[in-house]
């Protein structure tokens, strides 16, 4: 079985707001945590369409709790 890693780090100028906001999303394929100046998303799997499909989930909605965060501190 092959097993697919990967990292994907955001930059945010609230990133505790984003990530929070993705909290429900962090499944057994992606886990989404605060870092210095961002958010880091780590997936792990071994199907790569399920794979493919949460990392899509993952973008579309990290652009939406983006968008959020940004409105929310103004």
Do not use: F, K, Q
Not at 53 to 73: H, K, Q, R
Request: with cysteine; proline share 5%.
């Amino acid at each position: 079985m092959i097993r697919i890693e990967g990292t994907i780090e955001t930059p945010h100028s609230r990133p505790g707001c984003v990530a929070a906001a993705l909290e429900p999303d962090n499944l057994t394929l992606i886990r989404t945590c605060p870092v210095e100046g961002g958010v880091r998303a780590e997936i792990d799997g071994t199907r790569l369409r399920s794979i493919i499909a949460s990392v899509d989930d993952y973008l579309m909605n990290l652009a939406i709790a983006e968008d959020i965060c940004t409105s929310a501190s103004r």
